[in-house]
């Protein structure tokens, strides 16, 4: 999985049914402005992420990373519950 969820969607677990708990490994190129007081501590004020490269995602429940999904959001017709049956956490 090389992609990201936006505004609209998010990540599932096709195998455990979890939507809240996962390792995301990512590289990202950033320019950032950084504001350096006289005692030459650095203050970072302003992040823009340039670009990314995901290289892994995995479930931190059930360790799945063959099964990682991306889904919509309740809000967009979506699953709203984690691991059917819980009740949601």
Not at 22 to 41: K, S, Y
Not at 51 to 57: A, F, H, L, P, R
Not at 63 to 87: H, K, N, Q, T
């Amino acid at each position: 999985m090389n992609e990201l969820p936006d505004a609209k969607s998010r990540f599932r677990c096709a195998h455990c049914g979890n939507l809240t708990r996962f390792d995301v490994t990512r590289t990202a190129t950033t320019n950032e402005f950084w504001h350096v007081d006289m005692a030459g501590n650095v203050h970072i004020e302003e992040t823009t992420v340039k670009g990314e490269d995901v290289s892994s995602v995995s479930c931190r429940w059930c360790g799945a990373s063959d099964r990682i999904e991306i889904v919509l959001r309740p809000e967009f017709g979506g699953p709203d519950m984690e691991a059917a049956g819980d009740g949601g956490v």
